[in-house]
Nanobody, 123 residues
């Protein structure tokens, strides 16, 4: 059974950092394209970062240079290091597993989703 469990969210002031974790079970993280997404009330779910099976990474323009996606194969865990946080980074953050082979931040190919972890950045 595929399961994804996010953690690490919280409240932080602008300029601060958080590191999100996503523990996967029922499959091997390194064998799939994995992604991080975020959503705020009334808005579409937005792709933040993705990592391919080869380790190739891609980011949304709004977070490039501030966020880093990575994985620990031994722990079967996906991470999102978020630095220089801004109030506009506030939202519920989800990790997801893609059914496609290309690392993309489009939500279309992602079929399995975690429950999310809340990130709140205050000015």
């Amino acid at each position: 059974q595929v399961q994804l469990a996010e953690s690490g969210g919280g409240s932080v002031q602008a300029g601060g950092s958080l590191k999100l974790s996503c523990v996967a079970s029922g499959f091997t993280v390194s064998a799939y394209v994995m992604g991080w997404f975020r959503q705020t009330p009334g808005k579409e779910r937005e792709g933040v970062a993705a990592i391919g099976r080869s380790g190739y990474t891609t980011y949304a323009h709004s977070v490039k240079g501030r966020f880093t996606i990575s994985r620990d194969n031994a722990k079967n865990t996906l991470y999102l290091q978020m630095d220089s946080l801004k109030p506009e980074d506030t939202g519920m953050y989800y990790c997801a597993r893609s059914s496609g082979g290309i690392a993309t931040i489009s939500p279309d190919p992602y079929r399995f989703w975690g429950q999310g972890t809340q990130v709140t950045v205050s000015s």
